[in-house]
């Protein structure tokens, strides 16, 4: 058999196996690695100017905005054009709230957190719940009816 013949079928073979690889292995590959978006150990229960260190200079939270939260008398702040929401009680981080950019799934949440893998201890209505993480007393995460993450709310301190 000629050599260019041999090479052919080699290459050919090798095609025919790699197209008849099993979907999970493709799948498996294709899925990306979820990037940090925000590291809430370093700035959950920290006050204003630990934060500001880690998030940059804040800005008043936007009065309308403000006005939704469930503490009236607390400072409330927003970081890097309204990416992190923060609202302070007795100077502490307490009620954190990220918009994260789209992509993103519920599922996701622990991930772009910096904290460890955990499925959702509750869900429903479009609310992801986490309350398993230490010195955190939960993580809500809203979704569309497709899983795409909306929003992120960390409540540290007060369970409002």
Not at 90 to 102: E, F, H, L, V, Y
Request: glycine share 6%; hydrophobic share 40%.
């Amino acid at each position: 058999m000629p050599l260019y013949l041999r090479i052919l079928s080699l290459l050919i073979s090798s095609l025919f196996l790699t197209c008849t690889a099993p979907p999970q292995a493709t799948q498996l590959s294709e899925k990306k690695a979820v990037e940090v978006l925000l590291r809430i150990r370093d700035i959950a229960g920290q006050t204003q100017e630990d934060i500001a260190t880690i998030l940059g200079h804040q800005q008043w939270l936007d009065p309308e905005k403000a006005e939704q939260s469930a503490c009236p008398t607390c400072q409330k702040y927003t970081y890097q054009d309204g990416f992190v929401d923060i609202v302070y009680s007795n100077d502490a981080a307490d009620r954190i709230t990220i918009s994260p950019p789209a992509g993103y799934k519920g599922t996701d949440v622990p991930a772009l957190l910096g904290l460890p893998e955990m499925s959702p201890d509750s869900l429903g209505n479009g609310i992801l719940l986490w309350t398993k993480y230490p010195g955190i007393l939960n993580i809500q995460a809203a979704v569309r009816p497709d899983e795409a993450l909306i929003s992120i709310t960390v409540r540290v301190l007060t369970p409002y």
